[in-house]
């Protein structure tokens, strides 16, 4: 079961691609006890994600197989974990150019990013991992994403 809450995480995300044109942004995030963090960069290969660490943080660039170029044409999406004093978040943030969707497929990338932070925690022993996610639309007010 994956719980939906708002949040705003404005401030953690990556370089997007094509940065200068109208963009659609999804955050979705997680998190785990601090005892179960060394797990963390493990469970990134054990998803079988195409990641490439970028230089010295735990953020990565995630390959196409979760947003592939044919349901999103440049999209871009990262993979972060950010250690906190009480565990580390998992933060999954992706961009891409705001052109018209159908809703099916708005709602396929939204469960998508939301699956990577939900599955992230469950691989470090969250029995339910609490999935925060959020929609910013290029243009218009930021809501819940649709995760069921």
Known sequence: MITLCFIGLSGITG?????????????????????SDGCLDHAVKELGMSAK??????????GPQFLHSS????????????RQPT?????????????????V????????VGAIASKMAQLCGVTRPVVRCEVT??????????LD
């Open 15 to 35: 370089a997007p691609v094509g940065a200068g044109e109208a963009r659609t942004k999804i955050v979705a995030h997680s998190e785990v006890a601090a005892e």
């Open 71 to 82: 349901v999103v044409t440049g999209g871009a999406l990262e993979l972060l974990i950010d």
């Open 87 to 103: 565990g580390s978040k998992i933060v999954v943030t992706t961009s891409f150019p705001a052109t018209s969707r159908s809703e």
């Open 137 to 146: 639309p290029a243009s218009g007010p930021a809501r819940a994403c649709r």
């Open 105 to 112: 497929d708005e709602k396929e990338i939204e469960s998508r």
């Open 53 to 62: 660490r970028q230089e010295a943080r735990r953020a990565w660039t995630i």
